[in-house]
C-alpha cells in the first residue's frame, strides 16, 4: 500500500497569507496520477488539483500544485476566508488502487 | 456539468447489508469509471472499490470480500453492496466519478472529478 503522509496536520493564517501544504508518498507516485482535494464541512471534497499540477475546472489561480516522486505540495497563495476546509492528496497506483492522505486543516 | 445523487438506508443493524445507489445526471455512465468512498467520523477518506463502464470491478482488499458494486447503464445509475456490516463501516458514503484520460493535457489521469452529496450511514442494534 502505498502511503500519503501529509503536513503539517493543522495550519493557521491569515487572510492574504500563503499556506505552502506538503504530501510525501511512501513509494514513488507518476505524477500523473496525484491530486488534490478541498473539503468544507459537511460537504463532499472538491476536486482542485490532478496530474500534481493541473487546475480542475473552476478552481482559481491562486490554487497551484507542484512536485515528483515522493514530494507533492499544493500552495495556496493569497489565503481567503472560503479556504477555510480540510486538503486531502490522492494517489493512484500499488493496492488498494487509490489512497488518500490524512489530510491537512487550514483554520 | 455531470451530477450525482445518492440513496439508501442510513441506519442499519449488524450483520446487515449496506445498499446505496447513485444516479447520474447530466451525463453518461458511459467512458468512467465509477467509485465508492467513505469516511468515518472526523477521519480520511477510504476508497472502497470501482466499477467500469465496461463491466470490470476492483475493490479495495480490505473489503473485497463483502463488497459488490454493479452498473445500469438502462436508467443511469451505479450500486454499492457491502455485506456483514459492524460499527466498523459506520461512516458517510460518497459515490464519485473517475476520470482516467485528460482531452486537454492528452495524458492518463486517476482522480475524483464529481461526487455524490454523502449519505451518512450508522450501524445499531
Known amino acids: 500500500e502505498i502511503v500519503l503522509t501529509q503536513s503539517p496536520g493543522t495550519l493557521s493564517f491569515s487572510p492574504g497569507d500563503r499556506a505552502t501544504l506538503s504530501c510525501r508518498a511512501s513509494?514513488?507516485?507518476?505524477?500523473?496520477?496525484l491530486a488534490w482535494y478541498q473539503q468544507k464541512p459537511g460537504q463532499a471534497p472538491r476536486l482542485l488539483i490532478y496530474?500534481?499540477?493541473y487546475r480542475a475546472t473552476g478552481i482559481p489561480d491562486r490554487f497551484s500544485g507542484s512536485g515528483s516522486g515522493t514530494d507533492f505540495t499544493l500552495t495556496i497563495s493569497r489565503l481567503e476566508p472560503e479556504d477555510v476546509a480540510v486538503y486531502f492528496c490522492?494517489?493512484?497506483?500499488?493496492?488498494?488502487?487509490?489512497?488518500f492522505g490524512q489530510g491537512t486543516k487550514v483554520e | 456539468q455531470v451530477l450525482l445523487h445518492q440513496e439508501g438506508a442510513g441506519l442499519l443493524k449488524p450483520s446487515e447489508t449496506l445498499s446505496l445507489t447513485c444516479t447520474v445526471a447530466?451525463?453518461?455512465?458511459?467512458?468512467?469509471?465509477w467509485s465508492w468512498i467513505r469516511q468515518a467520523p472526523g477521519k480520511g477518506l477510504e476508497w472502497i472499490g470501482e466499477?467500469?463502464?465496461?463491466?470490470?470491478?476492483n475493490y479495495n482488499p480490505s473489503l473485497k470480500s463483502r463488497v459488490s458494486m454493479s452498473l445500469d447503464t438502462s436508467n443511469n445509475h451505479f450500486s454499492l453492496r457491502l455485506s456483514s456490516v459492524t460499527a466498523a463501516d459506520a461512516a458517510v458514503y460518497f459515490c464519485?466519478?473517475?476520470?482516467?484520460?485528460?482531452?486537454?493535457?492528452?495524458?492518463?489521469?486517476?482522480?475524483?472529478?464529481?461526487w455524490g452529496q454523502g449519505t451518512l450511514v450508522a450501524v445499531s442494534s
Open positions: 490522492q494517489q493512484y497506483g500499488g493496492s488498494p488502487r487509490y489512497t
Open positions: 447530466r451525463g453518461s455512465l458511459n467512458g468512467y469509471y
Open positions: 496530474g500534481a499540477s
Open positions: 464519485a466519478r473517475m476520470t482516467y484520460y485528460d482531452i486537454v493535457t492528452g495524458t492518463h489521469r486517476r482522480d475524483f472529478d464529481s
Open positions: 513509494q514513488r507516485v507518476s505524477s500523473n496520477f
Open positions: 466499477a467500469s463502464y465496461t463491466g470490470s470491478t
